[in-house]
């Protein structure tokens, strides 16, 4: 997979390029590359943003500077991007919200191209005219779509053959088909006890067959609201 990711943070991404599973899947032959809108802005003094039509407060980043970063890269009129099939992925707080299933089906693709917002957001035309998608990865706001472009790498990464040491991980986990998309069930190692705290028998019991039971239970369980642990939460 070829992963664009549009941005005035290039930077931002160095920790996140030197996890495993990311060395992991590039040394595997996967890409992912950055376009800063500020190097090819058409605009003076490299700028990229400017007041937003009607007043208020905040700066709107410019339709002309993302389609120049696009054009940079991709050689065309990024209008036509999502008739060639490529999908054009804008970070918005009000977008789709990414889960499983998305990331599912955004890891079949060949190549993803996110836009990573700042100040005030997108001009509209931004993501009526070039984006394919818009994707939110909670209902809350950040300052930039630097962080949401890392998770969306980060969940679809993982996905792609040769990311992670055992791939077995990715296979029964929370959310996943074989969990019937229920939160995977608890985890304990050593010490078997702890403060009196002590890991369920059933799992030191060396049977397969009910370590496996206990197992669905568990994740039915969480599924069904009775193991979550946000209780306190307003
Ligand atoms: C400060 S936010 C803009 C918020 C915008 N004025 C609004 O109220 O919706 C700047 C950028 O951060 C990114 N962003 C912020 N929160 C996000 C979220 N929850 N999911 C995805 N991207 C987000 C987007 O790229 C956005 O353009």
């Given at each position: 997979m070829e992963i664009d990711v549009f941005t005035l943070f290039p930077g931002a991404f160095a920790w996140f390029e030197q996890q495993r599973h990311v060395r992991n899947a590039l040394a595997h032959g996967h890409r992912l590359g950055y376009v800063n809108y500020r190097d090819h802005t058409p605009l003076s003094a490299g700028q990229v943003d400017d007041t937003p039509f009607g007043g208020g407060a905040g700066m709107v980043l410019r339709v002309d500077a993302v389609e120049a970063a696009l054009r940079?890269?991709?050689g065309c009129d990024p209008a036509s991007l999502a008739?060639?099939?490529r999908r054009v992925i804008a970070l918005t707080p009000g977008g789709r919200l990414l889960d499983e299933?998305?990331?599912?089906s955004l890891a079949?693709?060949?190549a993803l191209t996110l836009?990573?917002?700042?100040?005030?957001?997108?001009d509209q035309r931004v993501l009526d005219h070039f984006a394919t998608d818009q994707l939110s990865i909670g209902r809350y706001v950040l300052a930039g779509g630097e962080l949401a472009a890392m998770v969306?790498?980060?969940t679809v990464i993982r996905k792609l053959p040769?990311?992670?040491g055992r791939a077995e991980s990715a296979i029964e986990e929370s959310f996943s088909?074989?969990?019937g998309g229920a939160p995977e069930y608890p985890h304990y190692t050593r010490p078997a006890e702890y403060r009196g705290w002590r890991v369920p028998d059933v799992l030191l019991s060396g049977h397969h067959a009910r370590i496996r039971e206990w197992r669905l239970d568990e994740s039915r369980r969480r599924d069904s609201g009775a193991g979550a642990a946000d209780g306190s939460l307003p």
């Open positions: 940079a890269r991709y008739g060639a099939g299933g998305i990331a599912d079949t693709e060949r836009l990573c917002g700042r100040y005030e957001g997108f969306v790498c980060d040769g990311a992670l088909r074989a969990l």
